[in-house]
């Protein structure tokens, strides 16, 4: 850890906040000299201040320690190309559209790598009445089942929550293409296009 720059960090990003040393010092109940060493590289903020720090400032601890923000780049914004994120404690699903950091349950979430669907783990995918009709022999049991069926396309996303015990069946209004995502509990992102 370096102190410059977490120091550097913490001044910027209370400049950011339009707050004096003095102000954030009373918001934490520390003295302004305190805020003032950590500014200027002669030492970092305590393990326990950390969380309050990081809620006022508005960013994550992870990046206070690290003295950085790390930015994005811009994506362009094809929603084909979205990354998905599944705890898998409570099953919350997360989904972005460019590189990102997050959490769920108090741990760290990986982003989910798609597999193409091979010929026995495919979803079926009906032409009915100008939509398509999705649905699965999957058995769906409490510990084993489809999570979500996500569509695709170039400009939009549509996810569709599953839940254990009912029959997977879906419908999406018809569209010339896209790509159909689908998270198996036990096995992960599949994806096969339509």
């Not at 010092?25 to 309050?52: F, H």
């Not at 108090?106 to 982003?111: S, Y």
């Not at 009915?128 to 999705?134: F, G, K, L, V």
Request: charged content about 25%; proline content about 3%.
């Amino acid at each position: 850890m370096n102190n410059s720059k977490v120091g550097e960090l913490i001044y910027s990003l209370r400049k950011e906040k339009r707050l004096t040393q003095k102000q954030l010092a009373d918001l934490m109940n520390i003295s302004d000299r305190t805020v003032s060493k950590w500014e200027r590289g002669y030492g970092c903020p305590d393990i326990s201040l950390l969380p309050q720090l990081s809620e006022l400032l508005g960013v994550n601890i992870e990046s206070i320690l690290d003295g950085d923000l790390a930015s994005n780049d811009f994506v362009g914004g094809n929603m084909k190309k979205s990354n998905y994120f599944v705890c898998e404690l409570c099953q919350n699903i997360a989904l972005a559209t460019g590189d990102i950091s997050i959490s769920c349950c108090g741990r760290k979430l990986d982003r989910l790598e798609a597999k193409k669907a091979t010929t026995e783990n495919q979803l079926t995918i009906m032409d009915i009445d100008n939509e398509w009709y999705i649905s699965s022999e999957h058995p769906m049991s409490k510990n084993h089942y489809i999570s979500f069926i996500a569509f695709a396309t170039g400009d939009q996303v549509r996810i569709m929550k599953q839940y254990p015990e009912w029959n997977l069946q879906a419908r999406l209004p018809k569209s010339k293409h896209g790509k159909l995502l689908w998270y198996d509990t036990k096995f992960g992102l599949y994806y096969q296009l339509i």
